[in-house]
């Protein structure tokens, strides 16, 4: 644990076997209230770690809130545990409904995804629902939370963090920023060494990509000298960053566009396996199976966007969505 800023502290919780490493958890502390940002992994290692820091601060959960950025189980395992210990938790309408249907494996939200891997010609990976993060370490009961809306404020201390709308990561992601002291909390928007996963969450969710990149301009207006992020290390030029994201993306649309003009119609399987993936793995067969839901999503996530731009059209053929340039 680590104060980055007065009264604000950073918690690293590591995501066993998981590429994202670890979890940047951050502490708030003032003596009227305290305010946690995200939690990680529902784990008793991930549990031990976060008791300790707040043990170490002399953190009185009846006076502590915690606000969740965004629905993923890195950052909302632990939830339901710190709410049965008096903790207010604060997500966003839309994340918190997709959250608490996402507790049952058997409910819709499971059966969406098992469906979109389907309608992405995932069937014959044989993927296992038991090895998906989001499954793996969700929270252990439904949360009774309190719904974050955008401009909402949370005074902590000297601090008065407003809630900003960040959709794109997920569809209801939110952060808090401090103009005073020019701090942004923002979750999985903004990374330093890699970029977030931008995933297809469905034709009720629309352009998940065009709306990440909305964001993106967002925060690119914004005064911001502190950003503070969830994972590895803390980006200190946000236009820079995002400039950098922004070209990732780009060449990645080129990317899918170029198999499409090599393979010609093709499944989301087709165009995933022959973009280029920052990954350890000699071929999509050695690829993690737990990997292989969130690079499918990115992959037609790009290829939707394509779609919004008038440059590719899909069909419905056997059960499968194809793709092909226009």
Known sequence: MVEIYKNIYLVEIPLKGNPLKSLNCFIIKSNEQNLIVDTGFNT????DLLMGALKKLNIDLNKTLLFLTHLHSDHTGLASFLEENKVKVYISKIDGKLLNSSLDKDGVYWAGVVKGAVLQGLEKDNLNLEEHPGYKYRPS????????????SFNIGEYNFKVINLQGHTPGLMGLYEENHKILFCGDH????ITPNITYWGEGYGDSLGKYMESLDKVYNMDVLHLFSSHRLLVK???ERIAEIKKHHEKRLHEASNVLLKYGSSTVRTVTKNLHWDIRSKDWNDFPNSQKWFAAGEAQAHLERLRELGEVKSELINGIIYYRLI
């Open 44 to 47: 008793k290692e991930s549990k």
């Open 141 to 152: 009961k439904k949360l009774k939370y309190i719904s974050a809306e955008e401009g909402d």
């Open 190 to 193: 903004i990374l330093g060494e």
């Open 237 to 239: 030029n946000h236009r």
